[in-house]
T-cell receptor
Framework: GDSVTQMEGPVTLSEEAFLTINCTYT??????LFWYVQYPGEGLQLLLK?????DKGSNKGFEATYRKETTSFHLEKGSVQVSDSAVYFC??????????????FGQGTILTVHP | AAGVIQSPRHLIKEKRETATLKCYPI?????VYWYQQGPGQDPQFLIS???????DKGSIPDRFSAQQFSDYHSELNMSSLELGDSALYFC????????????FGQGTRLTVV
């Protein structure tokens, strides 16, 4: 079955540091890949996505590239801010049609950014 | 822009009671998904509906049932509640075909005491 593995956290950084959160996946076919962010007490917000190999998703300074050869979708940001503190989930959707929202999530990575 | 609306936001129930969670999708979205997120866990897919028919089923306990109504809102019914059912329940909606994104509501936090 489908699975997503994220780097174990939590991650603690100083403001303006470089961020990488690793994500690898196992899936049948050609999944779509996503990064969701969850702020304390809030729901899940889509941060970025990529739907085919070599696509790069980007948003709010975050980037991730769909690497089929390494089955990875690592999240990066060049300079983090305190406001980026949240839980980040890597996810995949392996079926189209009526199942685009049927997501398999990684275990989540807690990011804390200190001033 | 309109988002996915879930109600109630918080719910406290006793063991063996029943609970009903409601989800109102984004207008013109015809697909609804339910997820359960336990404390410190990743969201787990429970069930989905497309055009009022069940389209997929995940790890939903037999004590739970759900349906989608003619106005596309959905309800998750939970009976014989157990302490382990305490979790954040998310609803998401999307509008296939061709749409690769599901939009999530803010969730209902269910506490079973």
């Amino acid at each position: 079955g489908d699975s997503v593995t994220q780097m174990e956290g939590p991650v603690t950084l100083s403001e303006e540091a470089f961020l990488t959160i690793n994500c690898t996946y196992t899936a049948t076919g050609y999944p779509s890949l996503f990064w969701y962010v969850q702020y304390p007490g809030e729901g899940l917000q889509l941060l970025l996505k990529a739907t085919k190999a070599d696509d790069k998703g980007s948003n709010k300074g975050f980037e991730a590239t769909y690497r089929k050869e390494t089955t990875s979708f690592h999240l990066e940001k060049g300079s983090v801010q305190v406001s980026d503190s949240a839980v980040y989930f890597c996810a995949l959707s392996s079926a189209g049609g009526t199942s685009y929202g049927k997501l398999t999530f990684g275990q989540g990575t807690i990011l804390t950014v200190h001033p | 822009a309109a988002g996915v609306i879930q109600s109630p936001r918080h719910l406290i129930k006793e063991k063996r009671e029943t609970a009903t969670l409601k989800c109102y999708p984004i207008p013109r979205h015809d697909t609804v998904y339910w997820y359960q997120q336990g404390p410190g866990q990743d969201p787990q897919f429970l069930i989905s509906f497309y055009e009022k028919m069940q389209s997929d089923k995940g790890s939903i306990p037999d004590r739970f049932s759900a349906q989608q109504f003619s106005d596309y809102h959905s309800e998750l019914n939970m009976s014989s509640l157990e302490l382990g059912d305490s979790a954040l329940y998310f609803c998401a909606s999307s509008s296939p075909p061709g749409n690769t994104e599901a939009f999530f509501g803010q969730g209902t936090r269910l506490t079973v005491v």
